[in-house]
């Protein structure tokens, strides 16, 4: 019997730590419709993922239908690919190893592929953004939280044996330097994220006695020293310099290593990138492979921030083998 009914949408899901937003997306990469619910208020992931299940249902029946939903995509933080569970995730108020993909699938009734937050929008990028068309590309997420990455090797995602490749906010950038959540010294992530970039604005003001307007402010922000950067105070300028110059350190030893065609940014401390990019350019060019230096682009993501990790989930969704209890 011929069987002639293509599905022609997707569910993409991004799980962030405050808020879970879920999207229906078609065949061409277009947001149909989403809407959110909040994370923190569903301290049970059993409660979490009725919540969820009702919302997916809702969104699809009110746009054409649950019966043109092919599968489900899901990013989430710490979460592992070939297991379908979150991880460990030291942010998210569920602990342990959570089942999340299994659980969403036996309340929903379809198919449903899991990804970190760094392998979906490393999806995203390949399906939708700057990474269209390469097949060997590195995108590192730069998010308040902390550092992630994914790297496409021959067209494919490499994700290691365990599913935990591409923790490069987990690399050593400072032997016994700063006190990471992992339990480890000197990651990257401890120098290059929001509490990184404070907590080097900290040690910075009190090392150094020039006048700094940072100095007023008790709740210093990131926007508090980019506006003090932008007004020429040394100090604000210091932080941004070292700060981009670790980076493009860590982005060169990935480089040697993986020998990629581009090195693709995303994620909401992008928007400072400018201030950090002559350092960070600095950092590279000097410690990169030299048979390498001049080949590797380093580019900041086009997809608008709200819609990366959706878009990338829905291409996950595309992946998974299809299944449903109601064909």
Same mark, same amino acid.
């Given at each position: 019997?011929?069987?002639?009914?293509?599905?022609?949408?997707?569910?993409?899901?991004?799980?962030?730590?405050?808020?879970?937003?879920?999207?229906?997306?078609?065949?061409?990469?277009?947001?149909?419709?989403?809407?959110?619910?909040?994370?923190?208020?569903?301290?049970?992931?059993?409660?979490?993922?009725?919540?969820?299940?009702?919302?997916?249902?809702?969104?699809?029946?009110?746009?054409?239908?649950?019966?043109?939903?092919?599968?489900?995509?899901?990013?989430?933080?710490?979460?592992?690919?070939?297991?379908?569970?979150?991880?460990?995730?030291?942010?998210?108020?569920?602990?342990?190893?959570?089942?999340?993909? !299994?659980?969403?699938? $036996? /309340? *929903?009734? =379809?198919? %449903?592929?899991?990804?970190?937050?760094?392998?979906?929008?490393?999806?995203?990028?390949?399906?939708?953004?700057?990474?269209h068309g390469m097949d060997n590309f590195i995108v590192v997420t730069l998010v308040g939280s902390g550092l992630?990455?994914?790297?496409?090797?021959?067209?494919?995602?490499?994700?290691?044996?365990?599913?935990?490749a591409g923790e490069l906010g987990h690399t050593c950038i400072d032997a016994g330097g700063r006190q990471c959540?992992?339990?480890?010294?000197?990651?990257?992530?401890?120098?290059?994220?929001?509490?990184?970039?404070?907590?080097?604005?900290?040690?910075?003001?009190?090392?150094?006695?020039?006048?700094?307007?940072?100095?007023?402010?008790?709740?210093?922000?990131?926007?508090?020293?980019?506006?003090? !950067?932008?007004?020429? $105070? /040394? *100090?604000? =300028?210091? %932080?941004?310099?070292?700060?981009?110059?670790?980076?493009?350190?860590?982005?060169?030893n990935y480089a040697s290593v993986v020998n990629p065609e581009a090195i693709i940014l995303t994620g909401e401390?992008?928007?400072?990138?400018?201030?950090?990019?002559?350092?960070?350019?600095?950092?590279?060019?000097?410690?990169?492979?030299?048979?390498?230096?001049?080949?590797?682009?380093?580019?900041?993501?086009?997809?608008?921030?709200?819609?990366?990790?959706?878009?990338?989930?829905?291409?996950?969704?595309?992946?998974?083998?299809?299944?449903?209890?109601?064909?």
């Amino acid at each position: 019997m011929i069987n002639d009914k293509i599905k022609s949408k997707v569910i993409g899901i991004n799980v962030d730590v405050a808020t879970t937003t879920v999207a229906v997306v078609d065949l061409r990469g277009n947001i149909v419709a989403q809407d959110t619910i909040a994370t923190q208020n569903y301290p049970n992931v059993n409660n979490f993922v009725e919540a969820l299940s009702e919302r997916v249902i809702m969104l699809a029946e009110n746009n054409g239908g649950y019966e043109s939903i092919r599968s489900v995509g899901m990013c989430a933080p710490s979460s592992n690919y070939l297991t379908g569970c979150i991880e460990n995730s030291p942010n998210m108020p569920w602990k342990g190893i959570v089942p999340i993909a !299994a659980m969403l699938r $036996d /309340s *929903i009734g =379809l198919a %449903v592929a899991l990804g970190n937050d760094a392998h979906v929008t490393a999806l995203g990028e390949s399906s939708f953004g700057v990474a269209h068309g390469m097949d060997n590309f590195i995108v590192v997420t730069l998010v308040g939280s902390g550092l992630g990455s994914c790297f496409f090797s021959n067209g494919l995602a490499h994700l290691g044996s365990d599913g935990f490749a591409g923790e490069l906010g987990h690399t050593c950038i400072d032997a016994g330097g700063r006190q990471c959540s992992c339990g480890r010294k000197g990651c990257l992530e401890e120098y290059v994220s929001t509490r990184g970039i404070l907590q080097t604005a900290r040690e910075l003001l009190e090392a150094n006695d020039a006048p700094s307007k940072m100095r007023q402010n008790t709740a210093l922000t990131l926007d508090d020293i980019a506006e003090s !950067a932008d007004e020429g $105070d /040394s *100090i604000a =300028l210091e %932080v941004w310099r070292y700060t981009g110059y670790l980076l493009g350190v860590a982005l060169a030893n990935y480089a040697s290593v993986v020998n990629p065609e581009a090195i693709i940014l995303t994620g909401e401390l992008t928007k400072y990138s400018g201030r950090m990019w002559a350092a960070m350019e600095e950092g590279f060019v000097q410690n990169v492979f030299g048979n390498i230096r001049d080949k590797v682009k380093i580019v900041v993501s086009k997809i608008n921030d709200s819609e990366r990790n959706v878009l990338g989930a829905s291409a996950l969704a595309w992946k998974v083998k299809e299944y449903s209890l109601f064909k």
